[in-house]
């Protein structure tokens, strides 16, 4: 009798071994799909897209040396997109657009001292903007009069 409970626990055990395998199968299947759509988008240039999947691997596998690189690559290609794309419409007088991309940029890179410098500059610039209105006077100069 005491063979047949031995048995038993073995086959559970057993069983239980099968299932963790299964899972760590899946899991890494998962996690291997992630990362293949994280590289097919820093193919098309869309790193905003690979930080998401890159993130999304990382949360899967915190382990992940793959993932972690990826994602700082990731990351600064996106922080570098957004800063471009912040000058220029800086430089279209498009300043509110500005700040948004300045701050996308600000986030990807916290460590920029470049990217947070721009942003600060721009943002005054926005509040320094004083709208005239077709008379060549400011709002509060109309109000006055």
Known sequence: M???GS???CLNWA??????TIVAT???CATTGILRDARRAE????YDRAVV???????LDPDSVTARTGLQRAK????QDHFTRARR????????EAVVEYQLAAEMSPASGEIAEELKATQNLLRAKVAVNRNGKTELEALVE
């Open 2 to 4: 005491r063979e047949a």
């Open 7 to 9: 048995l038993s626990a």
């Open 15 to 20: 069983r239980w071994l099968a299932a963790l």
């Open 26 to 28: 899946l899991a890494g």
């Open 43 to 46: 193919e098309r240039l869309d």
């Open 53 to 59: 999947e890159y993130t999304r691997a990382q949360q």
């Open 76 to 79: 600064l290609r996106a922080a």
């Open 89 to 96: 419409l800086a430089a279209l007088g498009r300043l509110d």
